[in-house]
């Protein structure tokens, strides 16, 4: 079983985008691939949205440090990093069992949470909402699997 975990800040609402979501982990289900996704918004997170950027950052980088384990291989996603094609994103998930992705609330990602993942990777140039870019990444863990187990969808 491969179990990928992704991690976001947002206020909590649920509407089309998780629907998709959760479309796109029951397709998921047929390799193996349990595709979870985890709101840590809290007060916390709430009240230090309130200050400034920087202490918003920080308060996203202590809830998502309370989340590493060791053996799971962490993605950062943020605008400002590498861009994969579907291919290379296929084999950045190849033959790991654990996969934690990082989504950061509205003030973003710290560099330093950034740079403490193995891998830091963007989705777009554009920058996307939370829901925007759970859909958009829950989409391609499809495809990649689609990619690993050589399914037609990918084509």
């Given amino acids: 079983m491969?179990?990928?975990?992704?991690?976001y800040?947002?206020?909590s609402q649920k509407d089309l985008s998780d629907?998709?979501?959760e479309e796109?982990?029951?397709?998921?289900g047929q390799f193996g691939v349990k595709l979870e996704?985890?709101?840590l918004f809290c007060k916390a997170i709430s009240t230090s949205q309130k200050q400034e950027a920087e202490e918003a950052q920080k308060s996203y980088t202590k809830e998502f440090l309370k989340t590493f384990k060791p053996n799971q291989y962490?993605?950062?996603l943020s605008p400002n990093t590498k861009t994969l094609d579907s291919l290379e994103f296929a084999k950045t998930l190849q033959n790991r069992s654990h996969i934690a992705f990082f989504i950061g609330g509205a003030y973003g990602l710290e560099k330093s949470f950034i740079q403490s993942c193995h891998t830091q990777l963007s989705l777009s140039s554009l920058t996307f909402s939370h829901k925007i870019a759970k859909v958009v990444l829950s989409e391609q863990i499809y495809r990649a699997f689609c990619i690993i187990y050589n399914h037609?969808?990918?084509k």
């Fill in 2 to 7: 491969i179990k990928i975990i992704v991690y």
């Fill in 9 to 11: 800040i947002a206020k």
């Fill in 19 to 21: 629907q998709l979501c």
């Fill in 24 to 28: 796109f982990a029951a397709l998921c």
């Fill in 37 to 39: 996704f985890i709101n």
């Fill in 74 to 76: 962490r993605i950062a």
């Fill in 152 to 154: 037609p969808y990918h």
